[in-house]
């Protein structure tokens, strides 16, 4: 074997190494510094690009704030919580990022780890010193409202994204051992996925302070900057030459709307809830089986058809999320990774129910072969004309949640009873209308936001009923035609 021919071998060889084992013998080798220098600029994600160019854009806009709350029972430690967090943001670059030009180009300037203080939310009538004589917290309802009040302030409270962190903590005192635990992140900096990594470590990292030992964590293969380099790099020309023949010509959905269309958006939202019980969702499930779906399809081809029925159009687009983990070294990172899919839709014809869903059956699976192509390079390579009156190219939205959340949803923390408690609306909305279900117990649950620039809450509460509506008809006679269904 030659030297070339022995080099390139070695060169595979290396290759082929999990990303830690690689790094770990370039940095034995004298390849890599031990660690980053502090202040190093690094590229931001295609993702992060455009959540920082619309952060610029409207800085006072909320609608890219991502909250989780949960209640927590028992003698809560705040030390040992502000020490979780701590570690936490120790661990993952990405959290103690700031966002800064650098030579006319946007970057993410990542700085030293520091401590990450958890903020005391006061509450009128309710003592923050837990020493204090207890009252009746904000159990009655004055403090409840109080509560939800200072809650709502927190998580709308915009982010500083180029001097400030990312992320941020607070406390609330309802009572006696019964706390509030309030986080917010910039979904500049997570997603989805990351918020059941962050509950996770946060569990581990306080229980290991309350124990007096190290956090069991798994080793991070890399961080979010060094994903978001390469993500730079990496060449969509296949991807973007589907997508362009995919969506040139997409027309925008145009819903009859209550308010003139101001000349800027404001991004100022609504929100409607929507609860199906089981036995209304079952028969458009079973649909979904017996026609090799899933219930993703089914569901999208139900928005479709209310959107297409209330707009009086057969062509528009559909932007849906998708985690875009591929790689297995992504799924212990917090970042956001997450990718939007423009699904164009195709309601020519009348077509029954059925036929409609076959169709969306076949543009969700070709998609997802090429969802790896950024939405903003997909933009750009479509060269969709800027227009600050209404979102590019997808003007709904739609969502089936079913990413890990098993953390998410946690019984304990450490000693600590813990359960979920829902974070209020941000009050803005990235998309004219947007549908967010999950599935449980309780039927097919969701939420329905709405752009108040457009749309009064008696308009979306017929959107969300007429949802509702087109699920429980074509479950139960999918051969109707779509202008008998709507």
């Not at 203080?117 to 309710?126: H, L, M």
Request: a negative charge; hydrophobic letters at 40%.
């Amino acid at each position: 074997m030659t030297v070339p021919d022995r080099r390139e071998a070695l060169r595979r060889r290396l290759a082929d190494l999990p990303p830690d084992r690689r790094e770990a013998l370039l940095r034995s080798l004298g390849r890599l510094p031990d660690a980053e220098p502090a202040g190093r600029a690094w590229p931001l994600s295609p993702g992060q690009e455009r959540l920082w160019f619309l952060s610029r854009f409207a800085p006072g806009d909320t609608g890219y704030h991502t909250p989780w709350c949960v209640r927590l029972r028992g003698p809560l430690d705040p030390g040992a919580l502000e020490a979780a967090f701590t570690r936490i943001a120790e661990r993952h670059e990405v959290l103690r990022t700031r966002f800064r030009m650098v030579a006319d180009t946007p970057a993410q300037i990542v700085l030293p780890p520091s401590p990450v203080p958890v903020e005391r939310i006061a509450i009128p009538g309710v003592p923050e010193d837990p020493e204090q004589p207890d009252t009746e917290g904000a159990e009655g309802a004055e403090g409840a409202e109080g509560a939800e009040g200072a809650l709502a302030a927190f998580v709308n409270r915009p982010f500083d994204l180029e001097n400030g962190p990312p992320l941020r903590a607070g406390l609330i005192r309802l009572g006696e051992d019964d706390t509030l635990l309030c986080i917010v992140l910039h979904h500049i900096v997570v997603d989805g996925w990351s918020l059941d990594v962050l509950m996770r470590e946060l569990a581990e990292c306080y229980a290991a302070r309350r124990e007096g030992r190290e956090p069991e964590l798994e080793e991070l293969p890399t961080q979010y900057p060094r994903y978001a380099a390469r993500e730079r790099e990496r060449d969509h020309t296949a991807h973007l030459a589907y997508w362009t023949g995919r969506l040139t010509g997409a027309p925008a959905l145009g819903l009859p709307a209550d308010h003139l269309r101001p000349p800027r958006r404001t991004g100022n939202g609504g929100r409607e809830h929507l609860l199906l019980p089981p036995d209304d969702v079952a028969p458009l499930e079973r649909l979904a089986r017996e026609s090799r779906c899933t219930s993703f399809m089914a569901l999208l081809a139900a928005y479709q058809a209310m959107l297409g029925g209330a707009a009086g159009q057969h062509d528009f687009c559909v932007g849906v999320p998708v985690a875009g983990r591929s790689a297995g070294e992504l799924a212990p990172l917090i970042g956001y990774f997450g990718n939007t899919l423009a699904l164009r839709a195709d309601l020519s014809g009348d077509p029954t129910f059925r036929e409609l869903l076959l169709r969306v059956r076949e543009v969700t699976l070709s998609a997802m072969r090429h969802a790896d192509a950024p939405f903003e390079a997909v933009l750009a390579a479509l060269r969709v004309p800027r227009d600050i009156s209404r979102p590019p190219l997808c003007q709904a939205m739609f969502n089936l949640h079913n990413l890990p959340k098993g953390d998410l949803l946690r019984t304990s923390m450490g000693d600590l009873d813990a359960e979920h408690h829902p974070a209020p609306p941000t009050a803005h909305t990235k998309a004219e209308i947007s549908v967010d279900v999950w599935r449980g117990p309780e039927g097919l649950g969701g939420v329905l936001d709405y752009s108040r620039d457009l749309f009064t809450p008696a308009t979306a509460r017929r959107f969300a009923d007429a949802f509702a509506h087109v699920v429980r008809r074509a479950g139960a006679d999918p051969d109707r035609r779509l202008s008998e269904l709507a």
